[in-house]
């Protein structure tokens, strides 16, 4: 969103510097003392309103909120009138008829400070747009990287935790092992491990539990003979 402001913001700028241009090449046209460059500065007043017809095109894109519409249709609605005049301007230049194309100038600064103020209205909007929008984003990033930091730390608990209940539970394991191997070592067949999993240190319980009963039955069958 941010991005796009910014886009709305260059553009909008862009249409104030071609309009201040454009309304140059005008007031140029309408000097009959020079008219060798008549047609070159009718050119470039039509080069301009191509220009700005296009990032008015960008500008509508960017636009996010029912203000900066609303505002825009202002400005759109000036920029049309503003146009219609300079056309009717220009027309009479072409005739020759300095004196009507004069008449039609005072009205057509009117119209081209009209549109300035709503350009300027714009600009302002827009760069208020923007710097919310940026603010918005910075708030979004802040909050991002604090659940980010927290949950790397719950991650790093979780498996400090799994891995101390793990320790823990091997630990214990190993010492109902270390204490039926110690009885075996006095002769004492009465124990077994109480280790009930199919884990390696259970495969090693049954393995012992299984010699236990395999001595006990040995030496049954020696007292026997």
């Known amino acids: 969103i941010y991005n796009m402001d910014l886009i709305g913001t260059d553009a909008i700028n862009n249409i104030k510097l071609n309009s201040i241009q454009g309304e140059k090449d005008v007031l140029l046209i309408l000097n009959p003392a020079d008219r060798s460059d008549l047609q070159k500065n009718k050119d470039d007043n039509a080069s301009l309103k191509t220009k700005n017809d296009a990032l008015i095109a960008v500008y509508k894109k960017t636009i996010t909120t029912d203000l900066a519409s609303k505002q ?32 039609l ?10 549109r300035l103020t709503w ?15 940026y603010e918005d984003s910075k708030v979004s990033y ?7 930091t927290v949950v790397t730390f719950l991650g790093l608990f979780v498996a400090v935790a799994l891995g101390l209940l793990i320790a823990i539970s091997i630990s214990s394991q190993l010492k109902k092992i270390v204490v039926v191997t110690e009885a075996l070592g006095v002769n004492d067949l009465s124990k ?3 280790i009930n999993n199919k884990s390696e240190i259970g495969n090693l319980a049954n393995g ?13 069958e020696i007292s026997e003979s």
């Open 119 to 133: 350009l300027d209205k714009e600009i302002k909007l827009s760069m208020d747009t923007a710097k919310a929008s």
């Open 192 to 194: 077994t491990v109480d």
């Open 72 to 103: 825009f249709d202002e400005f759109e609605k000036s920029v049309t009138d503003y146009r219609i005049v300079r056309d009717e301007l220009i027309k009479k230049v072409d005739e020759g008829n300095y004196a009507e194309a004069n008449k």
């Open 105 to 114: 100038k005072e009205n057509f600064s009117k119209l081209a400070a009209v």
């Open 142 to 148: 802040s909050k991002a990287n604090i659940l980010s």
């Open 208 to 220: 012992i539990n299984k010699a236990i009963t395999n001595i006990k039955m040995l030496i049954a």
